[in-house]
Structure formats: structure tokens, C-alpha cells
């Protein structure tokens, strides 16, 4: 029985880092070919213990978008970004399956501006 929980772990890990360089590299490419006025990058996260669910993973159940470089933008503007991420219900549901519970976004400073709770954007309560 430890054994099998052992192996899903790594199996879930291998699915979080693949989705993660995905991303990330996405991410890059669009700054790079001027797609979009930030650099942003995306990384595991504590998360919100209040956000917790049944799939969340047990250490790190955020998402955390980062803003690496580019325009200065308002907060306004990062939580514009951080509600396009999160109306997309395919990516959601991703996230969710993942282990993740939590999509925080951070301001140029590193701040967080606001977090999402998942399972609340796909009514799973």
C-alpha cells in the first residue's frame, strides 16, 4: 500500500513538472515574439490551506504566476491576467487533477495581488 502511494507521488510530480516547463516555455516564447508585455512565470506554491480539497497535493497546492519583467503594470491589470487564467475551465480542471487548489498571482515586487480558489471556479465544493 506505501509502496503504490509512493509511486503515484512521483507519477503526479512527473505531470506537474512537464506542465510547468510547458508553460513556462510558452510563456517565454509569447514575450520573446512580443505576443504579450510581460515575462511571466508560473511555479509551485504553498498555496491557501483554506482552498484545500481531495486531490490537493500535500506541500505545495498553489500555482503561482510570476512577473519576471517587462511593462509596469497596475494591479488591476495583474488580476486582468490572473481572471484570463482562470475562466479557462479546461485549464482549471488541469490544474485541479494536478494537485493544485490554489492560482495566486504576484505583482513586480512579488507580492501576491489575489488568489483564486479552484474548485470554486468549477462549482466543486
Do not use: C
Amino acid at each position: 500500500m506505501w509502496w503504490n502511494r509512493i509511486i503515484e507521488w512521483f507519477t503526479n510530480n512527473k505531470e506537474r513538472n512537464k506542465f510547468l516547463n510547458d508553460f513556462n516555455k510558452s510563456a517565454k516564447q509569447a514575450f520573446i515574439m512580443d505576443v504579450v508585455p510581460i515575462f511571466l512565470k508560473a511555479e509551485s506554491s504553498f498555496g491557501n490551506n483554506a482552498f484545500k480539497h481531495q486531490f490537493s497535493s500535500f506541500l505545495y497546492h498553489g500555482l503561482k504566476i510570476r512577473t519576471m519583467t517587462g511593462a509596469f503594470l497596475a494591479d488591476s491589470d495583474f488580476i486582468n491576467i490572473g481572471d484570463m487564467l482562470a475562466s479557462n475551465p479546461a485549464l482549471t480542471r488541469q490544474l485541479v487533477t494536478l494537485g493544485y487548489d490554489t492560482l495566486e498571482i504576484t505583482n513586480n515586487a512579488g507580492k501576491i495581488v489575489k488568489q483564486w480558489q479552484l474548485t470554486t471556479l468549477l462549482a466543486l465544493q
